[in-house]
């Protein structure tokens, strides 16, 4: 049977943070981004795809707390200084990226998607670096902020209530 449809893109991204185990404050020190691109046409637009793709799973993943009106399943954030996307302050130290050039078959110039894979893979690198450096806690949703890791520092439980923060 033909393969139909997009290709698949692949990609991988490796994180490295400072975590200060008082504050629950985390910097993202470096930041590498790798994608199974097809056949690169445009090399720094490329480059800034993975970058600002992993930006925004960075975003995702450990800033923008999206809060439900628990009544009608509504968003009860009204601005964006309410859930607040990434900017220059709190992008990597040091990004790095590389894109593997070889051609696909199934596509007519050799290419594949290459803006969102490094979302997924980006935030997934996050919750593993902090994970990392918390002895191999797990959380169970995101944004994981400052308030979830003093509460798993210092053994409280994490609250799970509507419009309800960690702070016990």
Known sequence: MPLQGAPAAFAAAFIEIELDLETGKYV????????????????????????????QG??????????YDPQNGLPANVGFYQAKPATYLESPLRLKVGGVNQPDPSSPLGTKGIGEPLLGCAGSAL?????????GHVFNRTPVVADMII????????????????CQ
């Open 28 to 55: 993202v020190i470096e930041y590498v981004g790798v994608a199974d691109c097809g056949t690169v046409i445009h090399p720094s637009g490329l480059e800034t795809q993975i970058k600002s793709g992993g930006i």
């Open 58 to 67: 960075l975003s995702v993943c450990g800033l923008e707390r999206i809060v």
């Open 127 to 135: 919750l593993c670096a902090i994970s990392d450096a918390l002895g």
């Open 151 to 166: 509460n798993q520092v210092a053994g409280r439980p994490q609250s799970h209530g509507p419009l309800q923060t960690n």
